[in-house]
C-alpha cells in the first residue's frame, strides 16, 4: 500500500462582513483581512461559495461581473497562499435556499429533472468552471453545496438523481479538465433508508469523495459533546465512504465538519477540534479536512437558527477563537509527523450501501453497527468492510486491512 498524501487543511469561507450578501457589493479588502486570519493559523486552502442566482439571474443570462468577482476573491486568496475549491450551486447555505427566480413561482419545476432547467445549468457550470480553471490556484470545482438538501422542495428519483450528478460532471470536467470535479451531499445519503441521493453516487461519481460531518445529526445525542461516538463520528463517515466505494485507493475529503452549539459547548470546543483530529487524520483514505467555517455570523443578521451564528474559527471582529487556536496546533502537529500508511482491523458490516440504501438505517448514529464499531473504535484506528469485499485479499490489502472482526 503507498504511502497516503500529506493531508490538507482548509476553511469553507464564510465572509466576517455580510456574510455571503456580500458578493453583491464585493469589498476586496475585507476578503483580504479575512484570508489573512485563515493563512494565520496554516491553513493551505478554501472553499468558497458564489450564489448562484447572483450570477445566472435568468436562464439564459450569465453576469460577467459576477464571475469577475469569483475571479477577484481567488486572485485574493494567491496573494496570501491559499488555493481554492469552487463550489457551483447556491443553493443551500446555513438554512438558507439561493434559487433563481427562474425556477420558482409560476416557472416552479426541479432542478434535477427538467430539462430547460439542466440545460440552464449546464451553461452555468461550463461557463464558472471554465473561467476558474485559468487560475493556478484553484484545484477543485464541485457541483454544489449539499445539493440533496435542495429535495424535496425539488423533486427527484434515484436514478435522475444519479443522471442529472454525472452529466453536470461531465460539464465541469470538459471545461475544467485540469481540476477535480465533485459531488457535494449531506448526510442523509448514508443515513436515510428512503433519500433520493444513494452513496453510490457519492463514491462513484467526481474524482474522490466527500463527506460532511455533523453531530447534530443525533451522534452527540449517543454519548454527549466529547463522547467517542460523537469524536469519532468524522471518521466513521470517511470509513463508510471508503468501504462503500468499489476503488480502495479512492482518497475521502472531509469536506465539512465543526463543532455546533449546543451539541458541543463552547468550552468543549478546543477538545472537541483535537479529538476529531486525532482520529480521523489516522485514517488512510483521508484527503483533506476543511473545517465549516472560517468565521462567525454577525447576530444584527435575522432569522438563522442559533447554532449558525457561531461556527466560525474567528468572530466577525477577527478574534481567533480557542478552536482556531487547537485546530492550529494539531495542524502544526500533523504536518510535522510522518503519515504511515496505516494497518489496522476492520468490523464486518452486512450492509451493501451500493445495493441495498434501503437498509441505511442500520448504519446510522446510534444503530447496532454503528455502536459496535465505536466500541472497537476506542481501541485504535478501526476500518469498515462489507460482506462483499470480506473475501477479496487485494482490496482489503490495498486499503491497509489485516483482519476482519465480526460484531459481538
Same mark, same amino acid.
Given at each position: ?20 450578501? =456580500? ?22 486552502? @478554501? ?9 445566472? &439571474? ?12 469569483? !475571479? ?38 426541479? !432542478?434535477?429533472?427538467? +430539462?430547460? @432547467?439542466?440545460? /440552464? ?14 487560475? *493556478? ?7 454544489? #453545496?449539499?445539493?440533496? #438538501?435542495? $429535495?424535496?422542495?425539488? &423533486?427527484?428519483? +434515484? ?26 451531499? $449531506?448526510?442523509?445519503?448514508? $443515513?436515510? +433508508?428512503?433519500? %433520493? ?38 471518521? $466513521? ?10 476503488? +480502495? ?7 465539512? @465538519? /465543526?463543532?455546533?452549539? %449546543? ?65 492550529? =496546533? ?20 452486512? @450492509? ?12 446510522? &448514529? *446510534? ?13 485504535? %484506528? ?11 485479499? *487485494? ?9 476482519? !472482526?465480526?460484531?459481538?
Amino acid at each position: 500500500m503507498p504511502l497516503p498524501h500529506p493531508i490538507r487543511f482548509g476553511a469553507n469561507y464564510v465572509p466576517s462582513a455580510g456574510w455571503f450578501h =456580500s458578493w453583491l457589493d464585493l469589498s476586496p479588502d475585507a476578503v483580504r483581512r479575512d484570508f489573512a486570519d485563515l493563512a494565520g493559523i496554516g491553513l493551505d486552502h @478554501v472553499r468558497i461559495f458564489p450564489i448562484w442566482p447572483w450570477l445566472q &439571474p435568468n436562464r439564459a443570462v450569465i453576469r460577467r461581473s459576477g464571475v469577475d468577482d469569483l !475571479l477577484t476573491v481567488i486572485d485574493i486568496a494567491a496573494e496570501f497562499g491559499l488555493s481554492v475549491a469552487v463550489d457551483l450551486l447556491q443553493g443551500h447555505l446555513s438554512s438558507f435556499d439561493f434559487l433563481p427566480s427562474w425556477v420558482l413561482t409560476w416557472h416552479r419545476r426541479s !432542478l434535477f429533472t427538467d +430539462p430547460d @432547467v439542466r440545460d /440552464g445549468l449546464a451553461a452555468y457550470a461550463a461557463a464558472v468552471a471554465g473561467a476558474v480553471a485559468g487560475r *493556478g490556484n484553484v484545484f477543485a470545482v464541485t457541483l454544489g #453545496n449539499e445539493v440533496n #438538501n435542495l $429535495y424535496p422542495a425539488n &423533486p427527484t428519483t +434515484p436514478e435522475a438523481s444519479t443522471r442529472w450528478a454525472a452529466e453536470l460532471i461531465d460539464v465541469v470536467r470538459a471545461a475544467a479538465p485540469g481540476l477535480l470535479s465533485l459531488h457535494s451531499l $449531506y448526510d442523509a445519503t448514508w $443515513y436515510d +433508508p428512503a433519500h %433520493p441521493f444513494h452513496p453510490a453516487d457519492n463514491v462513484d461519481l467526481g474524482d474522490l469523495t466527500t463527506v460532511h460531518s455533523w453531530v447534530f445529526n443525533g451522534v452527540s445525542a449517543v454519548d454527549g459533546p466529547l463522547g467517542p461516538a460523537t469524536v469519532t463520528h468524522a471518521d $466513521y463517515l470517511v470509513e463508510l465512504a471508503a468501504a462503500t466505494s468499489l476503488d +480502495p485507493a479512492r482518497p475521502v475529503w472531509l469536506q465539512e @465538519v /465543526g463543532a455546533p452549539r %449546543p451539541d458541543v459547548p463552547e468550552a468543549d470546543a478546543p477538545a472537541f477540534v483535537r479529538a476529531t483530529l486525532e482520529a480521523v487524520t489516522a485514517n488512510p483514505a483521508l484527503w483533506g479536512v476543511t473545517w465549516w467555517c472560517s468565521h462567525d455570523l454577525d447576530r444584527s443578521l435575522a432569522d438563522f437558527p442559533d447554532r449558525e451564528y457561531d461556527l466560525g474559527l474567528f468572530t466577525v471582529g477577527h478574534r481567533a477563537k480557542p478552536a482556531a487556536a487547537e485546530l492550529a =496546533s494539531a495542524i502544526e502537529e500533523c504536518r510535522r509527523a510522518a503519515r504511515p500508511a496505516a494497518r489496522r482491523p476492520a468490523l464486518l458490516c452486512d @450492509v451493501d450501501l451500493r445495493a441495498e440504501p434501503e437498509r441505511r438505517a442500520e448504519v446510522a &448514529p *446510534g444503530s447496532a453497527f454503528h455502536t459496535e464499531w465505536v466500541r472497537l473504535r476506542q481501541a485504535g %484506528p478501526l476500518a469498515i468492510v462489507t460482506t462483499g469485499r470480506a473475501d477479496d485479499a *487485494g482490496h482489503l490489502s490495498a486499503r491497509g486491512i489485516d483482519a476482519v !472482526l465480526t460484531q459481538a
